[in-house]
């Protein structure tokens, strides 16, 4: 049998783990939601399910891969009755990779422009209009969008092609070092700016009143979801790093370390964003529009705004490639694991495909914009998202969970013998309830509110 790659140190584990579960959703959507749910009420909330829903999937997914040594339908085959068919939802979560890395690609190709644009001074003296304009024009071109995607795809599997410890481990320790670093040097600035208390103030003290305007039930709900989607799980992306593990240490407590690094970086975000917003007087909107129309005019009236909204871009770039490289690395172990390929040959096969599968995405805001999969004005991008977020997220995590604690799949007993072995905090066994007959219910609950 031959020896599987394991990660060369904990840390390593650690970030790259966190360095795929942190991205662009941290960024843009975190700092969103808080300010649109009360501030820190929100947080509140968003902590409780983290520890309830996140913490306890992550472990699942993790015990899966380092019981398995495998990627997902390698593992689940390793691990399930004789006559099941668990290892067929292996499939669907190297469909989910592949489909969510038909936009992701896209995504940070647009964080890689606007870090050049910032570089080379396109944005000195912008105001709303010319930064609202400077983004559509890069939507409206196909040549540049595809440029900076295809250039994602070729560094990301150059650097898988190295393999796991000379590649995805060194280069995912060095983009989450630089990462943290410029998360304090941005933090440090904003603190600075004129009106950042109150921009703080907004964010993180609970306001009750704000809260119940938005519906105490519906700030609960966008807390579930937004604790739930920060991990990326379910479609195996985390699966992969606990088949390179040694069994040292106990999963809950790397879960939780990884949570914790994830929570950081986007509680981090919100500080660079709202003493922003509030000093300069503009709406945090949601979404693109606050990375891309909003914070460029920001940073364009900052002194020093040029190098300010370069280490923003440069932040935003690194937060969304070290997920890339991750699930990269899990689409390579897939074929590497079921078609028996060697590393190299996989990057190429892998990279080509990715490459001609992210085409789509590029041309849908342009060329293809008659392409409407949700109704209305949604894009390429939407529909991708849609598929990956609303639905193979929340089904594949209810099924790891539903084969982690049922007598038809691996059975608690063998996840709870796995997830405890190493030193470290273990999961005690009076949670068994919890996790077969409400766990499951908030898994429905959210994957019902993402359908409607």
């Known amino acids: 049998m031959e020896k599987r790659e394991n990660f060369a140190s904990r840390l390593g584990f650690i970030l790259v783990s966190a360095g795929c579960a942190i991205g662009i959703g941290n960024v843009w959507r975190f700092p969103t939601v808080t300010g649109e749910n ?33 990627s997902a339908a390698k593992a689940y085959k390793a691990l399930e009755p004789k006559g099941s068919v668990w290892h067929l939802h292996g499939w669907v979560c190297l ?9 992701y690609t896209t995504v940070n190709g647009w964080m890689m422009s606007y870090f050049v644009k910032f570089l080379t001074g396109t944005f000195e003296g912008a ?30 599997f150059i650097v898988c092609s190295f393999g796991l410890q000379n590649g995805v481990e060194r280069m995912g320790k060095w983009m989450m070092g630089a990462l943290l670093v410029l998360i304090l040097v941005l933090v440090a600035n904003s603190l600075t700016l004129a009106n950042a208390g109150e921009g703080l103030r907004f964010y993180l003290l609970p306001d009750w009143q704000r809260a119940s305007e938005a519906g105490i039930a519906n700030v609960a709900v966008a807390a579930m979801n937004q604790s739930f989607f920060t ?15 040694p069994r040292k240490f106990t999963l809950p407590g790397e879960a939780v370390r990884i949570c914790a690094l994830d929570t950081l970086v986007a509680i981090s975000a919100g500080l660079i964003i709202f003493p922003a917003c ?7 909107d949601s979404g693109p ?12 009236n900052l002194t020093g705004g040029r190098v300010w909204g370069s280490l923003f871009f440069l932040f935003m770039t690194f937060a969304s490639f070290t997920t890339v490289i991750a699930v990269f690395e899990n689409i390579l ?3 590497m694991d079921n078609f028996g390929l060697a590393r190299n040959k996989a990057s190429i096969i892998g990279g080509v495909f990715i490459l001609v599968a992210s085409i789509p995405c590029v041309l849908g805001y342009n060329l293809w914009s ?20 609303n639905l193979l997220l929340p089904i594949g995590s209810l099924v790891y969970l539903l084969f982690c604690v049922t007598r038809w799949g691996w059975g608690f007993d063998n996840y709870l013998a796995e997830a405890n072995a190493g030193e470290g905090p273990k999961l005690p066994r009076w949670l068994k309830p919890y996790f077969q007959f409400i766990l499951p219910v908030l898994i429905v609950v959210i994957l019902v509110c993402g359908l409607i």
Do not use: Q
Not at 95 to 100: A, I, P, T
């Open 38 to 70: 009360g501030g820190g009420v929100f947080v509140l909330f968003y902590l409780l399910f983290l520890v309830a829903m996140g913490v306890p999937v992550l472990t699942m997914e993790l015990a899966v891969g380092r019981a398995g040594r495998g």
């Open 95 to 103: 469909l989910g990779c592949c489909v969510l890395m038909m936009y």
């Open 127 to 156: 105001n709303a209009e010319t930064s609202g304009a400077a983004f559509n024009a890069m939507l409206a071109n196909p040549g540049e969008m595809g440029f900076f995607m295809a250039l994602t795809v070729v560094l990301g």
């Open 231 to 245: 991990l990326s799980l379910g479609i195996g992306a985390m699966e992969i790093f606990g088949s390179y593990m």
């Open 278 to 284: 509030f000093t300069f007087g503009v709406s945090p």
């Open 289 to 300: 529009n606050l990375i891309f129309v909003t914070l460029p005019n920001v940073f364009a």
């Open 333 to 335: 172990a897939c074929l």
């Open 370 to 389: 008659f392409i409407t999969p949700l109704g209305g004005t949604s894009t390429v991008l939407d529909g991708e998202d849609f598929l990956v977020s």
